[in-house]
C-alpha cells in the first residue's frame, strides 16, 4: 500500500471535489443511465417498444438470466465465474422430462432436478476449494454437463406436459407473468443475503482478499462451495422455467445463456476480481441486454447484427468494468487524500 | 505460580531445516508494553505467531494467567484475549472501515432479525472505538482501499481492540507510515496501554520501543540474548546486542556468544 501522506499539494478546492464526485456517480450508475438513455431513444424510434406489452415481454425474456445471474453475482463476489450455467439448463431441462416420462409427480420431479443442480455446484465447488482456477472447473463442467443431457435425450427434445412446469414457464399471476414473479422474488432474496447477512459480507470478503478472510476466521472453503452450489440450484431454477417457457425438455436449451448471464453480472458492476457485487446492478444489467435487444429487432436490424451488438456489449462492459474502473478509483483516491491528509498531521 | 498475563516457556520451532526458534522463554504483564527486536529473520515474528494462535510451537508450553493453554488458531487466541495486527494489516480492500473491523466477529440483531446484520450498531462502535484510540480515520462507510496507509494501520488496531483485547501485538506497525502517522500508531499504544491493554510491538525502529515500551527483549537466530527495562537503556545498547547478539553486561559471566 502506498501512502500519500504528507500534503504535496493543497487541498483540493470544491469544485474539483464535487467535479469528481459527478463522474464517479457515472461510472458507478451508468449502466442505469446507458438503460435509461436508451429506452428514451428507443421509444421515439418505436411506438411499439415503450408499450407495457412489449416491457413485459423484454421482462419476462429476462427473467431466466435475472434468476441465474443473482447466483453468479455471488461467485464473482468471491473473485469466481461460473460458465457451466448454461449446460446445466439443459440437463434440468431434459431431465425434467425423462422423470415425468418414468411417471414421477410434479413434487418430486422439481426437488430432484434442484438438487442435481445444487450437486452439480458443488462439484464446481470442490474443485474450485481445493484451489484450481474456476474458469477451468467449470469450462470442464460446461462441456460435461452437456454432453450427459445429450446423452440422457439422446439428442431428441421431448415436449411436457405437466401443468405446473409449463404455468412457471408461460403462466401469469395476475397482470404479471409467472417467471417476472419469480425472478423478483428471487433478485430481492438476493439482495437481503448479499447486503444484510453475514454470508453475503463473507463472499465479498474472500473475494477481496482471501487470506485477510482466513486470517478473521472466516471458512473460506465453505464460502466458496456454499455460491457454487447456489448458482446451481438457481441455473436449475432458471432451467424449469425455461423448460416451461419452450414447452420441451431440450439439450438444446441454454446455449450460450452463460454469456448473457455473466455479461449481465458484469453490466451491472459486479468486479470479475471479486470483493465488489451488487444485485441491482445485476438486474439492470439483464435487463439492458434485453432491451437492446429487443429494440434492434423492433428496428427489424438482421439478428445476426444483434448477436454481434450483444458480444459487444460485453466487451465494452469487460473494459468499464476493469481498466476504466480502476484508473478512475485511482484518481478519486488521490482526490481523497488531498481531502484527508490535514487532519492526520498533527 | 507467576502472576504475569502471558508466559511462553521453552519454546522451540523449526521451519524444514531452518530452526526458527531455540527454547524460547518470554513473559508479559498486564498492561505492559514490550518492544522485540532483533535482525531480520531473528524469529520475531515466529514467536508472536505462536502467541496469536497461527503457529504451533514444536515442544515448550504458553500459560495465560498461570494457566496451561494451546491456541490452535487464531481465533482460539482471540477468543482468549490475544489480537495480532499483522505486517500486511490483512485488511480487505474492496470491504469498508467498518465491516473490517468486524470482519468474522460482526453484531447482530436480537430476536426475529437475528440472522441480519447490525449495520448501525457496528458503525457507531467503530466510531466510538476509533476516538478512543485516538486515531483519525475516513467515515466508517469508506472502502479500505481508498484510505492512506496510516489510516489502513490505525482501522487495524482498531480492529485488534475491538473485542476486549487483554494483550495487542503489532508487527512491524510502523513501517511503510509517514512520520506523522507513526506518532499517531505511537500515542494509540499509549491510550492502550493506558486502558490496561498488554502490547508487543515488533519493530525495526528502536525509537519506537523506546518511545513506548516499558521493556525491550532482543532475539537474535531464534534465541533471546538479552533484555532491558527501557529507563535503564539507550539505542546504543540495545543496538549493539542486535548486532552482536549478546548481552555485553552477561557477557563476562557467559563467555564469547557462538554467533558472535
Ligand atoms: N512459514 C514459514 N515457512 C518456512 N520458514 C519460515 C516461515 N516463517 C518463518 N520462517 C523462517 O524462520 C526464520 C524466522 O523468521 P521470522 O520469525 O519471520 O523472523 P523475523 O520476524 O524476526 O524477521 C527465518 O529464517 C524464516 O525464513
Ligand atoms: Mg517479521
Given at each position: 500500500m502506498s501512502s500519500a501522506s504528507a500534503p504535496k499539494s493543497p487541498p483540493a478546492s470544491r469544485f474539483v471535489f464535487d467535479q469528481r464526485r459527478?463522474?464517479?456517480?457515472?461510472?458507478?450508475?451508468?449502466?442505469?443511465?446507458?438503460?435509461?438513455?436508451?429506452?428514451?431513444?428507443?421509444?421515439?424510434?418505436?411506438?411499439?417498444?415503450?408499450?407495457?406489452?412489449?416491457?413485459?415481454?423484454?421482462?419476462?425474456?429476462?427473467?431466466?438470466?435475472?434468476?441465474?445471474?443473482?447466483?453468479?453475482?455471488?461467485?464473482?463476489?468471491?473473485?469466481?465465474?461460473?460458465?457451466?450455467?448454461g449446460s446445466l439448463v439443459a440437463l434440468v431441462s431434459v431431465l425434467v422430462v425423462t422423470f415425468f416420462n418414468l411417471g414421477l409427480p410434479t413434487y418430486v420431479v422439481l426437488p430432484a432436478v434442484l438438487l442435481v443442480g445444487l450437486l452439480a455446484g458443488l462439484a464446481n465447488g470442490s474443485f474450485v476449494r481445493l484451489g484450481l482456477p474456476p474458469f477451468v472447473v467449470t469450462l470442464a463442467m460446461l462441456t460435461t454437463l452437456r454432453g450427459i443431457a445429450f446423452v440422457v435425450s439422446d439428442g431428441y427434445a421431448t415436449p411436457v406436459k405437466d401443468e405446473f412446469v409449463l404455468w412457471l414457464g408461460?403462466?401469469?399471476?395476475?397482470?404479471?407473468?409467472?417467471?417476472?414473479?419469480?425472478?423478483?422474488?428471487?433478485?430481492?432474496?438476493?439482495?437481503?443475503?448479499?447486503?444484510?447477512?453475514?454470508?453475503?459480507?463473507?463472499?465479498?470478503?474472500?473475494?477481496?482478499?482471501?487470506?485477510?478472510?482466513?486470517?478473521m476466521g472466516i471458512n473460506v472453503g465453505r464460502v466458496k462451495l456454499a455460491v457454487y452450489g447456489g448458482v446451481?440450484?438457481?441455473a436449475a431454477l432458471g432451467g424449469i422455467v425455461l423448460t416451461g417457457r419452450l414447452g420441451n425438455g431440450s439439450p438444446n436449451a441454454g446455449i450460450m445463456l452463460e454469456l448473457d448471464v455473466i455479461a449481465a453480472t458484469v453490466l451491472g458492476g459486479t468486479s470479475l476480481f471479486g470483493g465488489v457485487a451488487t444485485i441491482a446492478g445485476t438486474v439492470a444489467g439483464a435487463l439492458f441486454i434485453n432491451f437492446v435487444r429487443?429494440?434492434?429487432?423492433?428496428?427489424?436490424?438482421?439478428?445476426?447484427?444483434?448477436?454481434?451488438?450483444?458480444?459487444?456489449?460485453?466487451l465494452l462492459a469487460v473494459l468499464l468494468n476493469t481498466v476504466v474502473n480502476r484508473r478512475v478509483s485511482e484518481w478519486a483516491r488521490v482526490g481523497k487524500a488531498d481531502e484527508q491528509e490535514p487532519e492526520t498531521s498533527p | 505460580m507467576s502472576d504475569h498475563l502471558v508466559e511462553m516457556r521453552l519454546i522451540s520451532k523449526s521451519f524444514g531445516a531452518v530452526v526458527a526458534l531455540r527454547q524460547v522463554?518470554?513473559?508479559?504483564?498486564?498492561?505492559?508494553?514490550?518492544?522485540?527486536?532483533?535482525?531480520?529473520?531473528?524469529?520475531?515474528?515466529?514467536?508472536?505467531?505462536?502467541?496469536s494462535g497461527a503457529y504451533t510451537p514444536d515442544s515448550g508450553e504458553i500459560l495465560l494467567d498461570g494457566h496451561?493453554?494451546?491456541?490452535?488458531?487464531?481465533?482460539?487466541?482471540?477468543?482468549?484475549?490475544?489480537?495480532?495486527?499483522?505486517?500486511?494489516?490483512?485488511?480487505?480492500?474492496?470491504?469498508?472501515?467498518?465491516?473490517?473491523?468486524?470482519?468474522?466477529?460482526?453484531?447482530?440483531?436480537?430476536?426475529?432479525?437475528s440472522r441480519f446484520l447490525d449495520k448501525r450498531t457496528m458503525s457507531e462502535r467503530a466510531t466510538h472505538l476509533i476516538e478512543r484510540l485516538g486515531l483519525r480515520v475516513p467515515p466508517g462507510d469508506t472502502p479500505v482501499r481508498a484510505i492512506s496507509g496510516g489510516q489502513q494501520q490505525a482501522v487495524a488496531i482498531a480492529r485488534a481492540t475491538a473485542f476486549d483485547a487483554r494483550?495487542?501485538?503489532?508487527?512491524?506497525?510502523?513501517?511503510?507510515?509517514?512520520?506523522?502517522?507513526i506518532g499517531k500508531v505511537?500515542?494509540?499504544?499509549?491510550?492502550?496501554?493506558?486502558?490496561?491493554?498488554?502490547?508487543?510491538?515488533?519493530?525495526?525502529?528502536?525509537e519506537d520501543i523506546l518511545e513506548t515500551a516499558d521493556r525491550a527483549v532482543v532475539l537474535k537466530r531464534g534465541q533471546v540474548v538479552g533484555e532491558r527495562r527501557v529507563a535503564d537503556t539507550g539505542s546504543d545498547e540495545i543496538l549493539h546486542m542486535i548486532v552482536a547478539g549478546q548481552d555485553p553486561r552477561r557477557a563476562a559471566n557467559n563467555g564469547p556468544s557462538k554467533s558472535a
Open positions: 459527478l463522474v464517479l456517480f457515472a461510472v458507478r450508475y451508468g449502466l442505469f443511465l446507458a438503460l435509461g438513455v436508451w429506452v428514451v431513444a428507443m421509444s421515439f424510434a418505436s411506438e411499439h417498444f415503450l408499450t407495457w406489452l412489449n416491457v413485459l415481454n423484454v421482462a419476462r425474456q429476462a427473467a431466466p438470466i435475472v434468476v441465474i445471474a443473482v447466483g453468479m453475482t455471488f461467485v464473482m463476489a468471491t473473485a469466481g465465474i461460473d460458465l457451466s450455467v408461460r403462466g401469469q399471476i395476475g397482470q404479471l407473468h409467472t417467471p417476472i414473479v419469480l425472478a423478483v422474488i428471487v433478485a430481492i432474496g438476493g439482495w437481503v443475503i448479499l447486503s444484510k447477512t453475514r454470508f453475503g459480507l463473507y463472499a465479498l470478503a474472500v473475494g477481496g482478499r482471501e487470506e485477510a478472510a482466513r486470517a446451481g440450484m438457481l429487443n429494440g434492434l429487432n423492433l428496428l427489424g436490424v438482421n439478428p445476426f447484427w444483434v448477436q454481434v451488438a450483444t458480444g459487444l456489449i460485453l | 522463554s518470554f513473559a508479559l504483564d498486564a498492561g505492559e508494553v514490550v518492544g522485540l527486536v532483533g535482525d531480520n529473520a531473528a524469529g520475531k515474528s515466529t514467536l508472536m505467531k505462536i502467541l496451561p493453554c494451546h491456541f490452535d488458531s487464531p481465533m482460539a487466541a482471540r477468543a482468549a484475549g490475544i489480537e495480532m495486527v499483522y505486517q500486511d494489516f490483512a485488511l480487505v480492500p474492496e470491504l469498508s472501515v467498518t465491516q473490517n473491523i468486524f470482519l468474522g466477529r460482526e453484531l447482530l440483531h436480537r430476536g426475529l432479525r494483550l495487542v501485538i503489532m508487527d512491524e506497525p510502523t513501517a511503510n507510515l509517514s512520520a506523522a502517522a505511537r500515542e494509540a499504544i499509549g491510550n492502550l496501554k493506558s486502558h490496561g491493554v498488554a502490547v508487543v510491538i515488533i519493530s525495526h525502529r528502536i
